[in-house]
């Protein structure tokens, strides 16, 4: 069973940084792809970014230029730095991890507050 465990969620003033982490743990599949989704309220969940075991990144266009996805593959840990957060960032941020394009998990998800 796999499990995904966020933190570093919290308030920040606008202009503000974050880094989020999440570890992986359990039996995890080494063709993977880990990511970071977001859900304001009464709105739908979307991608910010994503990240492949060797490195290659995919932005969510509203993010891109602000926002840096990382790993380390030894640890199972995916990070997203974010840097010049707005209000409309506020939102909780889960983390995903698909293993060969099938299998998906979820994390239980960190709340992320900008406040203006």
């Known amino acids: 069973q796999v499990q995904l465990v966020e933190s570093g969620g919290g308030l920040v003033q606008v202009g503000g940084s974050l880094r989020l982490s999440c570890a992986a743990s359990?039996?995890?599949?080494?063709?993977?792809?880990m990511g970071w989704y977001r859900q304001a309220p009464g709105k739908p969940r979307e991608m910010v970014a994503q990240i492949t075991v060797d490195g290659r990144t995919t932005y969510a266009e509203s993010v891109r230029g602000r926002f840096t996805i990382s790993r380390d593959n030894a640890k199972n840990t995916v990070f997203l730095q974010m840097n010049s957060l707005r209000p409309e960032d506020t939102a909780v941020y889960y983390c995903?991890?698909?293993?060969?394009?099938?299998?998906?998990?979820w994390g239980q998800g960190t709340q992320v507050t900008v406040s203006s």
């Open positions: 359990g039996s995890i599949d080494s063709l993977n792809v």
């Open positions: 995903k991890l698909l293993e060969r394009g099938v299998w998906q998990y």
